[in-house]
């Protein structure tokens, strides 16, 4: 990816371990369009097999305070019925970023979908925006979470996250973040729905708040629907059928 790029209504199948990267400077938005696998490689049948992922560039990489005042990096969009499937890492931004947003979108038959961070010290990442979507997993050998979030926001609206799996699988782990969860989100299947630690020395990197949604038990019999050591807690009118800790 090179500048602001944006892909509309296209199919693009990758190549076994092959990677899109979004530079530090850059962003890719996809409306109504497919990253997928290349399922058929006939003249070279070894290539065939899950493309790498989507990895966004952080911006200086430093991370202690005194760092860069505010957050950088690449960011990426899948808006309007995208479909982001068969991949090993899903998107991955553990350096920083500028936004990370998926949209009335689907991610599936990933190994995991979202893997995101900020600079560290002083300052957070980009914001995870996840509306109107449907992220699941693999159901042979997904990675131990769905969506990872370390020093940077995560907001869920209206959106369904699902263990298709029968490993033991988190789908919300977060450090030093916010994170909402709002408005008839269906966490479902994972032996912790969310699993937050800590909270961030900024006001914008603290609280977990839910609400209107439901947590519903998976494939495990000791299934924690939320587990929370970042403390600043809201949570109103949900449906929570696992434990809380």
């Known amino acids: 990816v090179q500048g602001q790029e944006i892909w509309t209504n296209v199919t693009r199948k990758l190549c076994l371990n092959q990677k899109i990267i979004i530079p530090s400077n850059a962003s890719l938005t996809l409306i109504n369009s497919i990253l997928t696998s290349d399922t ?42 995208s479909i982001i499937e068969h991949s090993n890492k899903g998107i991955q931004a553990e350096k920083g970023h500028l936004g990370i947003t998926i949209s009335n979108s689907i991610m599936r038959l990933n190994r995991t979908a979202i893997n995101a961070g900020g600079l560290g010290g002083l300052v957070y990442g980009g914001t995870i925006n996840i509306t109107s979507s449907t992220i699941s997993n693999t159901s042979g050998s997904p990675e131990e979470n769905l969506i990872k979030a370390n020093g940077c926001n995560l907001n869920i609206t209206g959106s369904t996250l699902t263990n298709l799996s029968s490993k033991l699988v988190t789908g919300i782990k977060a450090f030093n973040n916010r994170v909402s969860i709002k408005s008839t989100t269906t966490i479902q299947g994972f032996v912790f729905g969310v699993d937050k630690e800590m909270s961030g020395g900024l006001a914008g990197l603290q609280g977990l708040t839910i609400e209107n949604s439901r947590f519903l038990d998976g494939t495990n019999n000791n299934h924690i629907s939320i587990r929370n050591r970042g403390g600043n807690v809201t949570a109103k009118k949900n449906w929570i059928g696992g434990r809380v800790d």
């Open 40 to 81: 058929k490689v006939a003249d070279c049948p070894i290539l065939v097999g899950n493309w790498e992922g989507i990895f966004i560039k952080g911006g200086s990489g430093v991370t202690f305070p005194g760092g860069p005042p505010s957050p950088s990096g690449g960011s990426f969009s899948a808006t309007e019925s």
